[in-house]
C-alpha cells in the first residue's frame, strides 16, 4: 500500500548550503538548481542505496470536501541532506504484497479508508542489488458523531457536538454562509459552539487533529520522520 495530501518536507535554504559546503560522499548529476519557486530541485544521484537516503512518511485521513472524506493518502518521499531525490535508474517500492510502484520523487496512493485504518504498512524499496524495509502503523481518525451529515441543526449558544478521537484536538470549528465559531470541548468526546448569530442555511463542522504513527522503523535508512494529519467533517443546515 496513510494532508489529499501530504505535505512535503521543507526544505530551506540553509540546508542546501550546509550540502554544499560539507561536501557529500555521493556524486550528483551537474545542472541542479533552484526550482522557479525558489525550493531547490530534486537531486539525482549515482547511488541511491537506502544508508544514503532519509525517509520521511506523510499520511492524511480524511478531507473537508466529498472526494477525500473518507479516503486515506499515503505519501512516501526519500531525501538526500535535505533534498528530494529524482530517480531515474528504477527504483521501486512495494508496499503490503502490492506491484512495485516505479519511483520518480516519491510515492503517493490513496486508499478507502475503512480498508487501512489500523493497519501496519510494510514496504520495500529496492535500487538495483540492494533494498532496504519501512514500516508504520496508520492511527484511526476522528469521527463526528452528531450532529449526523444532512442534519437540521438549530442555532444556539452552545450547539452540541460530539465526536470521537485518538489523541489531542487541533481543534472543531462549525461554519456558516459567512461565519464562523471556534467549539470549545467541554468534557470527553463532547464541545459546543456559539452558532447564535449564524445565518440560517448551509453550513458544517470539521474537527482537525494530528494523530501519532506508531511502529515507524526504517532500519536500512539514513533517518526517519513520521507526520499525519487526520479530518473529519460533517455538512448540516443550520435553521
Known amino acids: 500500500m496513510c494532508r489529499q495530501h501530504f ?18 560522499t555521493n556524486d ?15 537531486i539525482i544521484l549515482t547511488d541511491t542505496s537506502p544508508t544514503h537516503l532519509s525517509v520521511a512518511i ?4 480524511g478531507g473537508y470536501d466529498a472526494t477525500s472524506r473518507d479516503t486515506t493518502e499515503i505519501a512516501i518521499q526519500f531525501l538526500y541532506n535535505g533534498r528530494l531525490v529524482q530517480f531515474t535508474k528504477g527504483e521501486t517500492l512495494a508496499c503490503n504484497g502490492a506491484k512495485p510502484t516505479a519511483l520518480t520523487t516519491g510515492f503517493d496512493q490513496k486508499y478507502p ?38 442534519a437540521s441543526v438549530a442555532r444556539s449558544g452552545a450547539t452540541l457536538v460530539r465526536f470521537q478521537a485518538q489523541g489531542a484536538l487541533s481543534g472543531i470549528v462549525a461554519l456558516g454562509i459567512q461565519q464562523k465559531a471556534i467549539a470549545h470541548i467541554t468534557e470527553p468526546g463532547v464541545a459546543t459552539a456559539d452558532t ?19 511502529g515507524a522503523e526504517a532500519p536500512a535508512f539514513a533517518s526517519l520522520q513520521t507526520n499525519c494529519t487526520a479530518i473529519a467533517q460533517t455538512d448540516v443546515t443550520w435553521s
Do not use: K
Request: charged share 5%.
Open 7 to 24: 505535505t512535503s518536507v521543507i526544505v530551506g535554504v540553509l540546508a542546501a548550503l550546509l550540502f554544499l559546503l560539507a561536501g557529500c
Open 28 to 42: 550528483v548529476h551537474p545542472g541542479q538548481g533552484v526550482s522557479d519557486h525558489g525550493v531547490p530541485a530534486p
Open 58 to 61: 506523510g499520511v492524511t485521513i
Open 113 to 150: 479508508t475503512l480498508t487501512v485504518a489500523n493497519t501496519l504498512i510494510a514496504c520495500t524499496y529496492t535500487s538495483g542489488h540492494t533494498s532496504g524495509t519501512l514500516q508504520f502503523r496508520i492511527p484511526s481518525g476522528p469521527v463526528i458523531l452528531s450532529p449526523i451529515e444532512g
Open 196 to 214: 447564535s448569530r449564524f445565518v440560517a442555511g448551509v453550513g458544517s463542522i470539521s474537527l482537525s487533529q494530528y494523530p501519532t504513527i506508531t
